[in-house]
Structure formats: structure tokens, C-alpha cells
């Protein structure tokens, strides 16, 4: 990314939104808030594929209540999400939240407002404020248009700042994909906060993931962008995975292996997308910035494989490493996954 909008930067825990800091990484484990031990194993698996930031329901006060003890296991920040319950927030701040996510004019009375702000402010927590379709006053807003959607996150903005309170983390989000990009240029434009970017209730993992690459890597590319979630129905962990893909293409993650791979054709003489799969499977919580090429025949192959820190180029009778843009050596069909994971220790 050449260019990134200038945003404040806020604290969330032991990691940044905003400003300098790097583009993070979100996602919501599936499970009750109030298992912990199924939580806790949730957020281990994406804190091993590298999630930075773990955001958790909040539909009760035991489910604030559990989040003392769910920290004590876990080395990522968490994010409290309550809609309604003043209470909740407050418990939820008081158990070691680092942020929380609340639409402060869902809650009604203005001395409630005030006392999560305080709290906020004397713990040094921040808010997220999260809009989307399913969230504004259809009295106000009959239609979730990008206007809509911008002019109530300012709704619930203002309450904030009148209180002196700006550590402040917006979302506009949508379930269509051409809504959500609107609305986060609108709202690009109109304040410096940082924004969390996200296709909400984007569907299964087919559709999300192309919703979610179209969408936030859309605004990615325009500079648009401090933290993102993949919302997907499904694994909590598939949405890290997502995730980091996305912001692998514009070089926002760059400690995960590339890979550069054919899509198979007639002319290939090894299962490419067979071989491709297992050693995705086998690297992809590798932390190491290094681009692998694993392509099927003699056309494209050596130009690919040469243009990566290690590659394949793949025949009938055996294939070629190429390593640093230069022939290395030649193996057989079946020395390609073992070579190419002795390659890669050495980065």
C-alpha cells in the first residue's frame, strides 16, 4: 500500500488501530462467551493463525463476568460487544476488557452514557461504534443507504464526543458489498477515526470470502482501513485465515508464506492442485515472508519459479528447483514437497 488515510491511533490491550500501526486482523468465536473452556480453545487455534484482536458476545452479565478468566489463557486482546446493557459494559470493563464494541444511543439515559465513559476513560479502553443495516432507526432511516448508515455511527459519534470521549473505532458495515464500500468512502472523508472494515452477515465460506476480498480489499487498495473482520458463517478461524489472505496482497501481513501455484492444465504431469493443497496445509502458520512457486510444466513454470525465493517447475520425468532466480537442482516428482520445506527452513 503506497498511500493509507491518516487516522488517529488508538490502544486496544497490547496491540494498535489506527495511525501507524498495522492493519490487524479480527474475528468472533462462535461459541457461548460463558464456556470458557470452548472459547478459550477457540481463540488459541486463531491465535495460531495469527489473529490479533478476538471480539466477544456480551448477551448477559456472567458473559462479561467471564472474560477475567478467559484472559488469563490467552495472550490476544479482547473486545467486549454489548448492544443495550449499560451493567454489561460496565462488568465487562471491570473483567479486563480492552474495548469495547457500543452504540451509545441504544442506551437510553444519559447518566448511564456517562458512567461507561468514565470507565472507559479510567482504564483507557476505547469504543467501538458499529452500524449496519441491522442497526439503525428505521424510523429515522426506512432505507439502509450509505447516508444512512454514516449519519447514524455520527448519531451515536456526537454522544461520545460531547462527553470529551474520542478514543473511537468506527464501523459502517453491510451485507452488500457496493453499500459497504460507500460507506466507508463517505466516511472516510468526513473524520479521522479509525475504521473497522467488514461485509456483515457476508454468508457461507464461498460467498463471504469473495464478498469480503471484493469489499474490504477494495478499500484496502484506496487506502481505506485500520482493522478488518471477515464475517463468515462458519469457523471462527477460517475468518482469520481470510483475513490474513487479503491483507497478504497488499503486503499488510507480510510474515506468511506466498504461494504461487498453475491452476492445472492438460500439459501438467503431477497432480499440481493435490500436491499445492498439502503443502498449503503444512505452512500456513509459518511465519516467514518468503514466496514459494509450485507450477506444472515448462511454459510458465521456470519464469514463475524464478521470479520466487524458492520454486518448482514441474515434468514427467522429474522436476526443477530454482532458488534466488537461479537453477538449483533436480529432483524426483516425489522429493518436491520435502525440498521445497528444507528450502524454506533456511529463510
Not at 470452548?38 to 487455534?45: C, L, Q, R
Not at 472523508?189 to 480489499?217: N, Q, R, W
Not at 511454459?299 to 532458488?323: F, H, I, L, Q, W
Amino acid at each position: 500500500m503506497n498511500f493509507r488515510r491518516k487516522s488517529r491511533k488508538v490502544r486496544i490491550g497490547s496491540t494498535y488501530i489506527g495511525g501507524d500501526a498495522p492493519i490487524t486482523v479480527q474475528t468472533m468465536p462462535t461459541s457461548k462467551t460463558t464456556n470458557i473452556k470452548e472459547t478459550v480453545d477457540i481463540i488459541k487455534k486463531c491465535e495460531e493463525a495469527g489473529v490479533d484482536i478476538v471480539r466477544l458476545g456480551m448477551p448477559d452479565i456472567e458473559s462479561a463476568r467471564a472474560i477475567k478468566e478467559i484472559k488469563r489463557h490467552v495472550n490476544v486482546p479482547i473486545v467486549a460487544d454489548i448492544h443495550f446493557d449499560y451493567k454489561i459494559a460496565l462488568e465487562a470493563i471491570k473483567s479486563g476488557a480492552d474495548k469495547i464494541r457500543l452504540n451509545p444511543g441504544n442506551i437510553k439515559e444519559k447518566w448511564k452514557v456517562e458512567e461507561v465513559v468514565r470507565a472507559c476513560k479510567d482504564n483507557g479502553i476505547p469504543i467501538r461504534i458499529g452500524v449496519n443495516a441491522g442497526s439503525i432507526d428505521r424510523s429515522k432511516y426506512p432505507s439502509p443507504t450509505p447516508e444512512a448508515l454514516v449519519a447514524s455511527a455520527f448519531e451515536h459519534v456526537r454522544i461520545l464526543e460531547d462527553l470529551g470521549f474520542f478514543d473511537i473505532v468506527i464501523s459502517v458495515k453491510h451485507n452488500d458489498v457496493i453499500t459497504m464500500i460507500e460507506s466507508y468512502r463517505m466516511i472516510a472523508k468526513m473524520c479521522d477515526y479509525p475504521l473497522h472494515l467488514g461485509v456483515t452477515e457476508a454468508g457461507t465460506e464461498f460467498k463471504s470470502t469473495i464478498k469480503s476480498a471484493i469489499g474490504v480489499g477494495t478499500l484496502l487498495a484506496e487506502g481505506i482501513g485500520d482493522t478488518i473482520r471477515v464475517s463468515l458463517t462458519g469457523d471462527s478461524v477460517k475468518e482469520v485465515e481470510i483475513g490474513i489472505a487479503i491483507l497478504q496482497q497488499f503486503g499488510c501481513k507480510p510474515t506468511y508464506v506466498d504461494i504461487v501455484s498453475c491452476p492445472m492444465c492438460a500439459r501438467a504431469d503431477v497432480n499440481i492442485i493435490e500436491l499445492t493443497n498439502k503443502f498449503e496445509q503444512l505452512t500456513k502458520n509459518m511465519k516467514k515472508k518468503v514466496k514459494v512457486a509450485i507450477m506444472g510444466c515448462v511454459v510458465n513454470g521456470p519464469g514463475e519459479s524464478m521470479d520466487a525465493d524458492v520454486g518448482v517447475s514441474c515434468g514427467k520425468s522429474g522436476s526443477v528447483v530454482y532458488k534466488g532466480g537461479k537453477l538449483y537442482k533436480r529432483i524426483n516428482n516425489d522429493e518436491i514437497i520435502d525440498t521445497l520445506l528444507e528450502e524454506l527452513e533456511k529463510f
